[in-house]
């Protein structure tokens, strides 16, 4: 595929990825954001940020199920967009839910041990936003895959937040787990060479 239309098709996935944060901002100023607007946009920053991490997460399943490697190419976009979104769940967290106000904080984190496992997962992807650029993986060479394979320790973290916060809701983690365990399969030699397409 040409570099050009690889570009457009880059352009194209970053205007559907800003989409769910004008959402939630038409939410907020049309007041459609519900009784409890902090919880509405705590959460829907999180389900926003973990569907794009899964997304970025599949790239490389797909590159090797396909043959095709155009989907590299949106890897990064889909993770940087990812950090953002869980960037903003944990901000509106703060701001919103806590008020900023450092006893509620502390009483959450008591109340509810899972948004320690969220911040770990958050803390993961920090590194990896702040070196994925290709600048940063000439500089890192073979370092720089082993830093980004944290997005996997990340992404089990994530299972595990999402699981605990869902509850009686079993549904939702149930699919984020699935695909998670999915994904790892999809890395193992044995898997990847069943799936892989037949070279003539």
Not at 18 to 36: E, K, M, N, Q, R
Not at 48 to 67: E, F, H, N, V, Y
Not at 105 to 124: C, D, Q
Request: glycine share 6%.
């Amino acid at each position: 595929m040409k570099k050009n239309t690889i570009v457009k098709l880059r352009w194209g996935l970053h205007i559907l990825l800003a989409l769910p944060f004008f959402w939630v901002v038409y939410l907020v100023v049309s007041g459609d954001i519900g009784t409890d607007p902090a919880e509405k946009i705590v959460r829907e920053f999180g389900f926003d940020g973990a569907c794009i991490l899964w997304l970025s997460l599949a790239m490389t399943p797909l590159r090797k199920l396909t043959g095709n490697a155009i989907w590299i190419a949106f890897r990064r976009p889909l993770g940087l967009w990812s950090f953002f979104y869980l960037s903003l769940h944990l901000c509106s967290f703060l701001v919103f839910w806590a008020g900023l106000d450092f006893q509620v904080i502390t009483e959450e984190l008591s109340e509810r041990p899972y948004i320690y496992i969220g911040v770990a997962a958050w803390v993961l992807l920090v590194p990896l936003a702040v070196t994925s650029t290709q600048r940063s993986r000439r500089r890192l060479g073979k370092k720089w895959n082993q830093l980004h394979r944290l997005v996997y320790l990340s992404g089990a973290l994530a299972v595990l937040h999402i699981v605990w916060v869902s509850k009686l809701d079993y549904v939702q983690p149930l699919i984020f787990g699935f695909l998670f365990i999915a994904f790892m399969l999809l890395r193992t030699e044995k898997i990847k060479n069943i799936l892989r397409p037949a070279k003539s």
